[in-house]
C-alpha cells in the first residue's frame, strides 16, 4: 500500500512540475492530500494564486510518508 501511494506522490508531483497552473490538478491534487494523507488545506487555500497553490502543494508532497 505504501508503495503504491509512493508512486501516486511522484506521479503528482511530475505532473504539477510540468503544469502548474493547470486548475484542475491543483484542485485534485488538494484532495488527494486532503482525502488520503491527511492534509487539509489552509483556510483560504482556494482564494490563492494558481503558483502559490503549486508551490504549497509540491512542499506538502515533498515530505517522508510514514505508517502508523
Known amino acids: 500500500v505504501l508503495l503504491v501511494m509512493q508512486e501516486r506522490v511522484f506521479e503528482v508531483q511530475r ?5 502548474p497552473e493547470d486548475e484542475s490538478l491543483l484542485m485534485e491534487t ?6 488520503d494523507l491527511c492534509v487539509a488545506p489552509p483556510e483560504g ?4 494564486p494558481a503558483s502559490r497553490r503549486a508551490e504549497y502543494l509540491k512542499r506538502k508532497l515533498n515530505r517522508p510518508l510514514r505508517v502508523c
Open 15 to 19: 505532473m504539477l512540475d510540468e503544469h
Open 30 to 35: 488538494a484532495q488527494f492530500l486532503e482525502i
Open 45 to 48: 487555500f482556494a482564494e490563492w
